[in-house]
């Protein structure tokens, strides 16, 4: 593999403390009203200024139970410290590594656990909905089974995020957390396939969330999609985790030394994939039907792969996939934007980049394997499930949040939907008791 660069480390003490004193403990935080599940922000800001981490990171955990992984994932410029007033001058609190420094040199706090006498709840996947759906019921009293079709839990921040943006041990750390609050993994076992949502529900089990997220890749039926080099960018990312956890020979590597590379879409996803074929020394080229600044990803993803060497094809959109059994090329054309935002194909303006490999990263949907083995689920056109507002889908008793419920979004969104559904369940659980009991 090339050289493996580097970017945005986390804080040192000293930087750490500098950026916490420049905090000015808002009495009504802005920035927490930034943060999807409202984090106690001004509270673990003041205890890291004080030097008090543990106590920083109870407060933390008072609303999210992942925060290593979203100190390092989350788009906090668009979240927490977009919203924070110094933003208004260019100068916000970075937020995020403050919670990413907090999380790493606290490691030893853990959840409170409480005594499992509620009942006992299953949840299938172990992403981040799943994760912290668990927490949350754990903490409620129930005893919660886990149930992953992977020999690992952490569903996509373990398999589908590269080590550079998120260290794998900060994912087992956390999940080992969750272990020593009691909740059990039952791993090597897909829902589905390996035994069923009504099996779980005559196992004792009395409700059921799903948190399998959306894993099934989009494509776009061009000409040529099926030929061989065609692959998807979750393949890619999870076969080079694979690799560096030793559980894949380097000849297996998706992508080689030196092959040219198209890259299909401009999100957060497609820029992971494109800079791991660049780090496995490929020449990659991504196609944006916008421009460089009207990109999905976060810019400062679209900046680190352009710094690992990632070439970004602007207003370009793919028209077919060349080759006869090996992709060979891709022909092209290019794009431009109506005034109404509307990425619109300049037919006559058609080019053909060469490629050995072509990566789809427009997007996912979810698996159906659910759905299909078992009665009264309703999907819309997407594939996801329908939900009321409580979380609760079509099926009496199995509740379902995140990627699964409302596609592809960020890390955070499905962990506090996890949690919000989690205490529906919850809610839930306790009128059927009130109902069994008159």
């Known amino acids: 593999m090339s050289k493996m660069m580097k970017f945005e480390s986390g804080f040192s003490q000293e930087e750490a403390l500098a950026e ?5 403990q808002c009495k009504k935080p802005l920035c927490r009203q930034g943060c999807p599940v409202n984090n106690a922000i001004p509270q673990f800001i003041r205890a890291l200024k004080e030097g008090e981490y543990a106590q920083g990171l109870e407060a933390i955990y008072r609303h999210s139970y992942l925060p290593a992984v979203c100190g390092r994932v989350c788009p906090q410029e668009k ?12 100068k916000a609190i970075r937020i995020g590594k403050l919670e990413q420094f907090i999380a790493d040199n606290a490691t030893e706090v853990g959840f409170p656990k ?16 799943g994760l912290a759906a668990a927490v949350q019921l754990a903490q409620l009293g129930y005893a919660v089974t886990i149930f992953e079709g992977e ?23 956390d999940i080992k957390k969750i272990e020593n609050l009691g909740v059990e993994f039952r791993l090597n076992t897909l ?56 559980q894949l020979p380097e000849q297996e ?13 401009a999100g957060n996803v497609a820029m992971d994939a494109a800079r791991t074929a660049s780090r496995l020394g490929a020449e990659v080229t991504v196609l944006a039907r916008r ?16 710094a690992d060497g990632v070439k970004i094809r602007t207003y370009a959109a793919p028209l077919a996939i060349l080759g006869e059994e090996n992709v060979t090329g891709i022909k092209c054309v290019n794009t431009m934007v109506s005034p109404e935002g509307k990425a619109i194909i300049k037919e006559e303006e058609s080019f053909v980049l060469p490629a050995d490999k072509v990566i789809f990263a427009i997007g996912q949907r ?38 699964v419920v409302h596609g592809p979004a960020t890390v955070v969104k499905a962990m506090g939907e996890g949690r919000r559904i989690a205490i529906e369940m919850h809610a839930y659980l306790l009128r059927k008791r009130l109902q069994s009991a008159k």
């Open 79 to 90: 979240q927490c410290e977009a919203s924070c007033i110094l933003a208004r001058k260019g």
């Open 366 to 403: 979810p698996y159906a394997r659910i759905v299909t083995t078992s009665q009264g689920f309703e999907i819309n056109k997407q594939g996801l499930l329908i939900c009321n507002e409580h979380g609760m889908t079509t099926r009496e008793g199995v509740f379902a949040a995140g990627d």
């Open 114 to 129: 409480v005594a499992a006498t509620m009942g006992a709840i299953a949840v299938i996947g172990s992403g981040p909905a």
């Open 291 to 306: 421009g460089l600044n009207d990109m999905a990803a976060r810019d400062i993803e679209r900046d680190e792969a352009i």
């Open 253 to 265: 590597l998706p992508v080689e030394k030196g092959e040219h590379v198209v890259v299909i879409g």
């Open 20 to 24: 916490a004193s420049r905090c000015l």
């Open 191 to 246: 829902v589905g396939v390996d035994l069923f949502l009504d099996d779980l529900l005559t196992q004792g089990y009395q409700a059921v969330f799903i948190g399998t997220g959306a894993g099934l890749p989009k494509t776009l039926e061009l000409p040529g999609e099926y030929l061989e080099g065609v692959i998807s960018a979750l393949y890619v990312l999870q076969t080079i985790n694979l690799y560096n956890s030793g």
């Open 151 to 173: 020999s690992e839990p952490g569903g996509v921040l373990l398999h589908g995020i590269p080590e550079y943006r998120l260290p794998k041990d900060v994912v087992r750390r």
